[in-house]
């Protein structure tokens, strides 16, 4: 089994920045797409951002242009570089992956506060 382990979450000022960190573990997987959803109080786990193995990404258009997703597959870790960061940007932040030939994989959660 694949499992996820997010860091990087915390409490930062309104236009400030944040890295978050997934890294999966186990063996005998190779992982296709990674990438990140966010859930805030009230509000349905929605997509930010992903990324396939070879690197190309997608984000949501509300982070487009402060976030930036990325990737170390010899580390299988994903990042999430968070700038700019907004109140709306508030969120519990669930990292996902996909070994290829088995089911999505979800991390913990983050809690990512944006705050003055």
């Known amino acids: 089994q694949v499992q996820l382990v997010e860091s990087g979450g915390g409490l930062v000022q309104p236009g400030g920045s944040l890295r978050l960190s997934c890294a999966a573990s186990?063996?005998?997987?190779?992982?296709?797409?990674m990438g990140w959803y966010r859930q805030a109080p009230g509000n349905q786990r929605g997509l930010v951002a992903g990324?396939?193995?070879?690197?190309?990404?997608t984000l949501v258009n509300s982070v487009r242009g402060r976030f930036t997703i990325s990737r170390d597959n010899a580390k299988n870790t994903v990042y999430l570089q968070m700038n700019s960061l907004k109140p709306e940007d508030t969120a519990v932040y669930y990292c996902?992956?996909?070994?290829?030939?088995?089911?999505?994989?979800w991390g913990q959660g983050t809690q990512v506060t944006v705050s003055s």
């Open positions: 990324i396939t193995r070879s690197g190309m990404a």
């Open positions: 996902y992956a996909e070994p290829l030939g088995s089911g999505r994989s």
């Open positions: 186990g063996r005998g997987f190779s992982i296709g797409n």
